[in-house]
């Protein structure tokens, strides 16, 4: 199974990532995660991104304001994880694709690999929801102006993705605002698993 998850902040995408990863057994490549990861000298990731602290570095600067990091380093990043041995058999991704951009360059990364995305879920839920559970966190990039700011960018840049998966018949739309239990059971619905 190839999902990607897309939703706003405090959308509920990582633990809707996590569950979905235990269920079908597959990693889950959290783009947010790995930049926290690189920004807080993590060596761990140095299996997969030989330059961890150039990358935290760079990064640093857009996530503690609440921008995304250019397009170029993302994807980068991206690039080097799908090509890992781990994720032959499947994968999640959550918080990539972000930009129309990414989104394209996911699906020639893809065409290079000869994999196939099964499916784009959104996690739709109300700004509020997003704000106060985003608020309700401990990140330190969890201030409201930070907060607000993310929220601000998924409308301009993460929504019209929406389209690009719609247009393809890809996307699965959810109510996000719903306790996550059900969120997991109507996604496996969707996906025509009881
Ligand atoms: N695909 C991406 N493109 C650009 N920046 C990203 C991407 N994924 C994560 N980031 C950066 O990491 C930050 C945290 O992302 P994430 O953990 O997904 O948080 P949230 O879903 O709460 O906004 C973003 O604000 C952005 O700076």
């Known amino acids: 199974m190839r999902l990607v998850i897309l939703g706003g902040s405090g959308s509920g995408k990582s633990t809707q990532a996590q569950r979905l990863c235990r269920y079908f057994e597959i990693p889950q490549i959290s783009t947010g995660e790995i930049l926290r990861q690189a920004m807080s000298g993590d060596k761990s990731l140095e299996s997969v991104y030989a330059k961890v602290s150039t990358l935290g570095r760079h990064a640093q600067p857009y996530v503690t ?33 972000r930009t129309a951009f990414q989104a394209e360059e996911l699906d020639f990364l893809l ?5 196939k995305l099964d499916w784009a879920i ?11 559970r985003s608020l309700g966190r401990s990140r330190p990039d969890d201030q409201p102006e930070i907060v607000h ?7 301009d ?31 496996l619905t969707l996906l025509s698993i009881p």
């Open 65 to 97: 304001r609440g921008e995304l990091v250019p397009d170029e380093m993302i994807i980068d990043l991206i690039r080097l994880r799908l090509k890992k041995a781990d994720v032959d058999c499947g994968w999640i991704l959550e918080g990539y694709p």
């Open 111 to 115: 065409d290079d690999l000869g994999q």
């Open 122 to 132: 959104y996690l739709q839920v109300p700004e509020a929801v997003m704000v106060s």
């Open 149 to 155: 700011r993310r929220v601000e960018i998924f409308y």
């Open 157 to 187: 840049r993460t929504v019209p993705i929406l389209e690009y998966y719609d247009r393809r018949r890809r996307l699965l739309t959810i109510n996000g605002d719903q306790i996550p239990e059900m969120v997991e059971q109507k996604i």
